[in-house]
């Protein structure tokens, strides 16, 4: 059974760091390319970044690029999104997802976990 | 950036009734392959999304057949044939033709009258 299970979220102050991670299990990981998507409080969908199997490939929503960094280990099948220099607008729920067609959105979601930028 | 625009925003439906949510894009979702990418996600309250149709028309496994998707170039529709009380949530299009970025709707609040 497919799990994606993220961690790291919590309180941060503005200009602060933190380190999401997500850690798949059910499925072979390295033939799959991952997803942060975010959702602000009583707001829709957005996409964040994008890192394909072999981690070759990565994208970054304009709203994130320069302060977010997204890697993965396939050893450890996990993706991880390095998120620096954050604002009060990056406030939301992360969920990581994977997909093997880059068109069609991920095929299926994390929980999520909630970062909460404020001072 | 391609634009997604759904409409209504706020849907309220009958039991057992039929329901169908539109989502237009600011450019066509043909893509060079001649297939149009265009995705369909449910996020009931309190959970996570999941995606139900993707390529316009394609049922996720074990999406229920009330659930269909419909349209071409920038006209999409996701129908609901028969709404049953666990079809209450929030619907997004999402197209997949022109990344990066992959662009959502603003979203569609389902909810029983």
């Known amino acids: 059974q497919v799990h994606l299970v993220e961690s790291g979220g919590g309180l941060v102050k503005p200009g602060g760091s933190l380190r999401l991670s997500c850690a798949a299990s059910?499925?072979?990981?390295?033939?799959?390319?991952m997803m942060w998507i975010r959702q602000a409080p009583g707001k829709g969908l957005e996409w964040v970044s994008y890192?394909?199997?072999?981690?070759?490939?990565?994208y970054y929503a304009d709203s994130v690029k320069g302060r977010f960094t997204i890697s993965r280990d396939n050893a450890k099948n996990s993706v991880y999104l390095q998120m620096n220099s954050l604002r009060a607008e990056d406030t939301a729920i992360y969920y990581c997802?994977?997909?093997?067609?880059?068109?069609?959105?991920?095929?299926?979601w994390g929980q999520g976990t909630l970062v909460t930028v404020s001072s | 950036d391609v634009v997604m625009t759904q409409s209504p925003l706020s849907l309220p439906v009958t039991l057992g009734q039929p329901a169908s949510i539109s989502c237009r894009s600011s450019q066509s979702l043909v893509g060079s392959d001649g297939n149009s990418y265009l995705n369909w996600f449910q996020q009931r309250p309190g959970q996570s999304p999941r995606r139900l149709i993707y390529k316009v028309s394609n049922r996720d496994s074990g999406v229920p057949d009330r659930f269909s998707g419909s349209g071409s170039g920038t006209d999409f529709t996701l129908t609901i044939s028969r709404v049953e009380a666990e079809d209450v949530g929030v619907y997004y299009c999402?197209?997949?033709?022109?990344?990066?970025?992959?662009?959502f709707g603003q979203g569609t609040k389902v909810e029983i009258k």
């Open positions: 890192i394909s199997s072999s981690g070759t490939t990565i």
């Open positions: 999402m197209q997949g033709t022109h990344w990066p970025p992959w662009t």
């Open positions: 059910g499925f072979t990981f390295s033939d799959y390319y």
């Open positions: 997802g994977r997909g093997r067609c880059d068109s069609c959105g991920g095929d299926r």
